[in-house]
């Protein structure tokens, strides 16, 4: 029998394998399938009877029914007599229940704990019930009453089990003691871990106990005469329950992750004496709403990771704990020469209680939130056979004749399975998004129908991501693979299938479901239309233009000097002929492959020009404008995804630039003079003159952005306006030469404007 701790209780999430969603990923608008193809897929949905098996087939689950409602918050084990009579131990109130033939509960025991937590029965039909806080042990007989059998130093007993001389066993915490009681009920501490909780107790046929603690997660063998091994350490930090088959396999369940941190309570001495009817209300020992706060579904659905170890809340009766934080759990297969195998995992959840089967050596594993139940079969195949609707699955009892009893908590309730399959089950599938508004194909599946079996699907559509009365409402059923879809085209759709039997010993199999369709093509989206003038092109920087000839030449004359300035001012115009960079940034919602053509004029045109056709692969064009009169002008960019799409279903898109300038003019250099200035000695005595060159620099239609001088064919220099500033299509020369020779020099002046044109003049000085 396995119970839970419930300071470490937790919201427990079931993520199954990862999910496999076939919808192929092409780069058109072809036909797409949606295809469930496994467990994980087909477990997003809604299942009513129907079994999840991990190659991805869903069948008919085994018939389930609830017994009626047990008044309590938790049903934590559960026991049968030899008599077949069905004993349930429950926590707030902290008693035993009894399912009658009939399926009524009635209370059988009632104790003055807040809980039961395990349950063991002997020969004679006694039933010894462990509870908590104060870690004692009742004996209840075949009439029903029921006295403290044993009072252990202990608080918590998690787990009881009896050997064939009439012994108990009792795990406990928060020590990680286990008791040996004799048939008298005197204890004695058979073992002393040094861990805090033994979670879980089983016996082998050779009175072999095991034993899952935490938080080390370790299983401990301890012989008859309590000599103790360890069987296995895990990765985990909490081995949580066991199970062993008639073969001596054991198989044990992890519980691993951050539990909630909490002030456990201490629990007073207290004198042997008589205990009174009603709990006892001590200071600091775990209440009512202190239990119920800590194992409520609103507390347990913590997701934030804590910042740090210390990010503790305050729960709403002062006591400090840490948000729950489940990990990656397993279910170990050992056999007896103590070979160790992961046979099952899940993420985010805890394992809470395991079964085997003794018919067919099936693995029953119960998690948590919201409570399911998996069966892991000899091959170790794993199928979850029901999703329930209360948050956990506490204990799951094999009775007789294939018939298991699961216990829930949250709410408090407790379910027949029969060996038997249900007669209906539907599966109602999650709901798929195409992203666009689509129309639909056949869908179509396999499927295995044995006699007196039958599967029928359906489908609705919509388009909102939840299913409402703006859906369409569930079309006929499709009896044939691959019938057309008649749901009309949306955005989402959804298919529901609905297997049946008239044979409880047979069910029919789904697999691999597939709804084909055609999203609707969506128009190309083109962004940040752009033109711009290049600035810097390679092997050049403007404005800091230099000879590739390193040597001073000797000039014959003032004109020479001009002439070689002006063919250097040419060859680069020439080189760097003017250019606009058109770019643009462009997408296609469906992955479509786009083809683009680029056209222009000017602002008082209507009619647009050819400039670039059947534009691939590229998002920018430079555009040689050298015979584009100067003006304004826009470009527009015009996208189509006809590459992807035949002619009649392809779309197209256009953008327009902003208005940018065209201007191949070269600015104008004028009015050019030289004024010496200071005397004709320099500070060295040397001869010489400093002077002040003047002019205007002028453009029509853009700013001056550059000004450069050069004396006799020598470098360029950096010039600026007079007001230091440019900021005007026209600029005043003001070009101050601190120091020349007295001789005739040349000097050139060039004056760049903000589209890279550049004009030139010279004037001769000879002093």
């Known amino acids: 029998m396995k119970i839970l701790r419930p300071y470490t209780f937790v919201v427990i999430l079931v993520v199954l394998p990862f999910l496999a969603l076939n919808t192929h990923h092409t780069y058109a608008v072809t036909t797409k399938m949606w295809t469930s193809t496994d467990q994980a897929e087909i477990a997003k949905g809604k299942l009513q009877n129907i079994s999840v098996h991990s190659n991805g087939k869903f069948t008919l689950s085994p018939e389930k029914r609830r017994i009626n409602e047990v008044p309590a918050a938790y049903v934590w084990c559960l026991v049968a007599d030899d008599a077949d009579s069905l004993f349930a131990g429950t926590g707030n109130p902290g008693s035993i229940f009894r399912v009658r033939h009939d399926g009524n509960v009635v209370e059988y025991y009632k104790t003055p704990e807040l809980h039961v937590q395990a349950l063991a029965i002997d020969a004679a039909g006694n039933i010894f019930a462990g509870t908590l806080p104060h870690g004692r042990i009742y004996k209840i007989t075949s009439e029903g009453k029921g006295e403290v059998f044993c009072e252990l130093p202990d608080p918590y007993i998690w787990d009881m089990i009896s050997d064939k001389h009439g012994n108990l066993y009792a795990a406990t915490g928060d020590n990680g003691i286990i008791y040996k009681v004799s048939d008298r009920g005197i204890s004695s501490v058979f073992f002393d871990s040094q861990f805090s909780n033994i979670l ?115 729960n709403g009766n002062g006591i400090k704990e840490r948000p729950v934080m489940p990990g990656m759990n397993s279910v170990y297969r050992i056999d007896k020469d103590g070979r160790v195998r992961e046979i099952f995992s899940v993420e985010d959840s805890f394992i809470l209680c395991l079964s085997v089967d003794d018919n067919n050596n099936d693995v029953l594993v119960g998690t948590g939130n919201r409570a399911k139940l998996f069966k892991i079969n000899s091959n170790e195949d794993a199928s979850l056979l029901y999703d329930f609707s209360e948050s956990q699955l506490l204990d799951i009892l094999s009775f007789k004749d294939g018939v298991k009893y699961m ?144 040597k001073k030449t000797a000039l014959s004359s003032p004109d020479d000097a001009y002439q070689r300035g002006i063919q250097r001012n040419v060859y680069e115009h020439v080189a760097h002929e003017p250019k606009k960079l058109i770019s643009w940034e462009a997408d296609d919602p469906n992955n479509d492959k786009l083809e683009f053509d680029l056209e222009y004029k000017s602002v008082d045109e209507n009619k647009w020009k050819e400039l670039k056709r059947n534009v691939k692969e590229e998002t920018e064009f430079y555009w040689n404008t050298n015979r584009i009169p100067d003006g304004y002008y826009q470009a527009k960019v015009i996208a189509c995804d006809d590459p992807d799409n035949p002619f009649e279903l392809a779309l197209r898109e256009e953008v327009e630039s902003d208005t940018f300038l065209i201007d191949n003019t070269r600015p104008v250099v004028s009015d050019l003079k030289t004024v010496i200035e200071g005397d004709s000695m320099d500070v060295h005595g040397r001869p010489g003159y400093s002077i002040i060159v003047s002019g205007i620099a002028k453009d029509e239609l853009c700013n001056i952005t550059d000004l450069q001088y050069s004396i006799d064919s020598g470098d360029w220099q950096t010039a600026f306006p007079e007001d230091k500033i440019f900021d005007s299509t026209e600029e005043i020369i003001f070009v101050k030469i601190p120091y020349i020779s007295p001789d005739e020099h040349t000097i050139v002046i060039n004056a760049i404007d903000y589209e890279g044109n550049i004009g030139s003049s010279r004037i001769v000085f000879n002093p």
Not at 201 to 230: F, R
Not at 419 to 432: F, P
Not at 468 to 497: C, H, L, M, V
């Open 407 to 550: 216990a829930t908590g949250n709410n408090a309730n407790i379910y027949q399975l029969s060996g038997a399959y249900s007669n209906e089950g539907t599966y109602e599938s999650a709901v798929h998004d195409t992203t666009y508004i689509s129309s639909w194909g056949c869908i179509s599946w396999k499927e295995k129908i044995p006699l007196q079996t039958n599967i029928l699907l359906s489908t609705r559509s919509g388009n909102n991501k939840e299913p409402d009365n703006t859906w369409s409402n569930w079309a006929r059923e499709y009896q044939q693979n691959g019938d057309k879809i008649q749901s009309p085209p949306a955005r989402f759709i959804q298919y529901r299938a609905t297997l049946t039997t008239n044979d409880s010993g047979a069910t029919p199999a789904l697999d691999n479901v597939s709804i084909a369709y055609l999203p609707q093509n969506q128009p190309p989206i083109i962004r940040n239309v752009e033109v711009a003038t290049p600035r810097h092109f390679p092997g050049d920087e403007l404005g800091n233009h230099k000879d590739t000839d390193t």
């Open 200 to 314: 879980d107790l089983v016996i082998d046929i050779d009175g072999n106990i095991y034993a899952a603690s935490e938080p080390e997660g370790l299983i401990y063998k301890i012989t008859p005469d309590g000599k103790a091994s360890v069987l296995y350490d895990a990765d985990e930090d909490e081995i949580h329950c066991l199970a062993i088959d008639r073969n001596g396999v054991l198989y044990a369940g992890t519980s691993s992750g951050t539990p909630p941190v909490l002030h456990a309570p201490t629990p007073p001495s207290l004198p042997e004496a008589m205990l009174p009817l009603l709990m006892e209300k001590f200071p600091g020992e775990p209440s009512d709403v202190w239990l119920d706060h800590i194992l409520s579904d609103k507390d347990l659905e913590a997701t934030d990771q804590p910042s740090t170890k210390d990010a503790y809340s305050e």
